[in-house]
């Protein structure tokens, strides 16, 4: 298993343009997140999805979008990019349990993201 | 709103040393995970604590929780320097779909 991928693994932009973050799970998992990381900072939810169709946001949803048409894959997409959106991002998956719990979140390894 | 709290954030230790880290949240949870985190690199799930008074140790390092005083620690013992990571723990919290994480502890392990 691949686990969680991300592509790009690195991508610069300019003000204005936007782009899509990919993110693919292969352990059939029905949760996936995405993140963003500031140094100092720790994790901020951006937005969720608990399956395929259903997504919510999550802390600091302003300035993405996301989709979730399979359960593989969660893609992000930066509209109108910003200097306040360069950070690393990092999409998870997990499994869900009955009552809405889940196990651990896997992490893919991230893409970082400046934009000047 | 759920806040996560770890301190210290930053601990310099010597190899051979003991040291636990803290993490506080403020609204009831059933479940508490540990990660680590390489620099530059993603997050390792470490351990998740799901009832109280749950302990689980993995190595040099040991969990516990306390969900009556809504308190983990992270103990470490006989630190290495292959420990030195930056150390987050997250917590479910009225939403049981998302994890609210703490800011991190930087650990350096110094021969």
């Known amino acids: 298993n691949a686990g969680v991928t991300q592509t790009p693994k690195f991508r610069i932009l300019k003000i204005g343009q936007s782009m899509t973050l990919q993110c693919t799970q292969d352990m059939n998992h029905n949760y996936m997140y995405w993140y963003r990381q500031d140094p100092g900072m720790g994790l901020k939810l951006i937005y969720y999805s608990v399956g395929a169709g259903i997504t919510d946001k999550g802390e600091v949803p302003n300035g993405y979008n996301v989709s979730r048409s399979t359960t593989e894959d969660f893609p992000l997409r930066l509209e109108l990019a910003a200097p306040s959106q360069t950070s690393v991002y990092f999409c998870?998956?997990?499994?869900?349990?009955?009552?809405?719990?889940?196990?651990?979140?896997?992490f893919g390894p991230g893409t970082r993201l400046l934009v000047l | 709103e759920l806040k996560v709290e770890q301190n210290p954030l930053f601990l310099s230790m010597q190899e051979g040393k003991n040291y636990t880290i803290y993490c506080n949240y403020s609204t009831t949870s059933d479940r508490l995970y540990w990660y680590r985190q390489d620099p530059g690199k993603s997050l390792e799930s470490l351990f998740v604590l799901l009832s109280n008074g749950a302990v689980k140790q993995e190595g040099r390092l040991m969990a516990s929780l306390d969900t009556k005083a809504r308190l983990s620690t992270l103990h470490i013992t006989a630190a290495v320097h292959d420990l030195s990571a930056t150390y987050f723990c997250?917590?479910?919290?009225?939403?049981?779909?998302?994890?609210?994480f703490g800011k991190g502890t930087l650990l350096t392990v110094n021969p």
């Open positions: 997250a917590v479910t919290g009225g939403s049981n779909y998302k994890l609210t």
């Open positions: 998870a998956s997990s499994r869900g349990l009955a009552g809405g719990r889940q196990e651990t979140q896997y």
